[in-house]
């Protein structure tokens, strides 16, 4: 009989407990596990705590998604805001070899789970900092909002749906963002964007005995795949000094129905890490001139492309008059870290392009992340919570 973890209570005690309860709940993507809202009941128990808590709770919708959680804590109209950022779902648990939900604690630091460093924990950090905060004693110079964002490690539709339909309404615009990613309380400045997109061949079906009755879409992503590669991929030459080179790569390919068939279409994948400074928009056009080229000595080729996603990258300008608030918190809990970008994208990206002051900072290694046996340090992250904290009674302006 297998033997359950012991029950978290509703009000969690520690910002430990807080992480064992959120971790216990399952948020895998929607887009990955197939479960409708899959974060909904997540955000459902915080909500619930929040309002234990005394703290002001908005749901806002996302299309297709479950509600976003927004808290907040007003001390003035006339104080600043600073937002904190956090996404609820989570990547596949396929393979772990821990349990996923389990939020065990081992070794006496070492809590396991799937999200518990990605980023459940910057989540508990930045509510425990919040709920501080809010009802303790002490200085409190800025108005608080905290949003519980979806559909992170995919799409990014939470924080593009945030800024676009419910940021404008909410009578005011944060003077600081931190997007909570475990950076292992590093302040990431500047980091790379991601174009995503499917390229498709298509061909004529017909039975193998008789090839020259078809056209192979697998022969033609073949000539495609190679010039992609020859051309453009091996010749990427834009690059930044923190987050490094531009890179690309073709990491899905699908193509043919049966092993007598000759195949009629065939698809691929093609990742595009965008460098700060880059022209997202002109990856695609780029790449359908290559591929025009082909067409001379392959008068038969048909492709098409679909872009899936296109999330912008993070430029240092974006923290740059707020670092050193930034920077004076760290230092006040004995942490000195270089400022650094990094190859990866986060919602930073999208705060920054609406004209936010943002950056990514959070507990953690980013190393255990999405891992077999994903863990994350108690100690660090309740170092995270009182560096969040004493950003939240920090003078912004």
């Given at each position: 009989m297998a033997i359950l973890p012991p029950p978290t209570p509703l009000v969690p005690e520690t910002v430990a407990e807080l992480l064992q309860a959120m971790v216990r709940i399952d948020s895998v993507n929607t887009a990955v596990s197939g479960k409708p809202r899959a974060e909904a009941e997540l955000v459902d128990y915080l909500a619930k705590l929040a309002s234990i808590w005394m703290l002001e709770i908005e749901l806002l919708p996302v299309v297709e998604q479950a509600d976003q959680l927004l808290l907040t804590h007003r001390?003035?109209?006339?104080?600043?805001?600073?937002?904190?950022?956090?996404?609820?779902?989570?990547?596949?648990v396929d393979g772990m070899t821990i349990d996923p939900f389990g939020g065990e604690i081992v070794d006496g630091d070492r809590l396991l789970g799937r999200g518990a460093c990605d980023t459940k924990g910057t989540g508990a950090a930045m509510l425990w900092a919040l709920r501080n905060y809010s009802g303790g004693e002490g200085k409190k110079p800025n108005n608080i909002a905290l949003l519980f964002s979806v559909d992170e490690e995919i799409?990014?539709?939470?924080?593009?749906?945030?800024?676009?339909?419910?940021?404008?309404?909410?009578?005011?615009?944060?003077?600081?963002?931190?997007?909570?990613?475990?950076?292992?309380?590093?302040?990431?400045?500047?980091?790379?964007?991601?174009?995503?997109?499917?390229?498709?061949?298509?061909?004529?079906?017909?039975?193998?005995s008789l090839p020259s009755?078809?056209?192979?879409?697998?022969?033609?992503?073949?000539?495609?795949?190679?010039?992609?590669?020859?051309?453009?991929i091996d010749k990427l030459d834009a690059e930044h000094e923190l987050?490094?080179?531009?890179?690309?790569?073709?990491?899905?390919?699908r193509g043919g129905s049966a092993p007598n068939i000759i195949p009629d279409i065939c698809t691929c994948e093609v990742d595009r890490r965008v460098v700060p400074g880059e022209d997202a928009e002109s990856i695609l056009p780029t790449v359908a001139a290559l591929l025009d080229t082909l067409k001379a000595d392959h008068p038969e080729l048909r492709y098409e492309q679909k872009l899936k996603v296109?999330?912008?990258?993070?430029?240092?300008?974006?923290?740059?008059a707020v670092l050193d608030v930034v920077k004076a918190a760290l230092r006040a809990n004995d942490i000195r870290r270089p400022c650094v970008g990094a190859p990866f994208g986060t919602h930073a990206g999208y705060f920054g392009r609406a004209g936010l002051p943002a950056l990514v900072l959070g507990p953690g290694s980013p190393h255990p992340a999405h891992t077999k046996d994903e863990w994350v340090s108690v100690k660090e992250i309740g170092i995270g919570a009182r560096i969040y904290e004493t950003l939240?009674?920090?003078?912004?302006v």
């Open positions: 001390v003035g109209a006339d104080r600043p805001w600073i937002l904190f950022d956090s996404h609820l779902d989570t990547v596949a799409a990014m539709s939470g924080v593009k749906s945030f800024i676009e339909n419910d940021l404008p309404s909410q009578g005011w615009s944060p003077s600081l963002v931190l997007v909570g990613e475990p950076t292992e309380h590093t302040p990431v400045i500047a980091h790379n964007g991601v174009v995503r997109w499917k390229l498709t061949t298509r061909g004529k079906a017909g039975h193998s009755e078809g056209h192979s879409a697998i022969r033609d992503m073949v000539e495609v795949l190679s010039l992609l590669q020859r051309e453009y987050t490094g080179p531009a890179v690309s790569s073709v990491n899905l390919i296109a999330h912008p990258p993070l430029l240092p300008e974006s923290s740059a939240m009674r920090s003078e912004i």
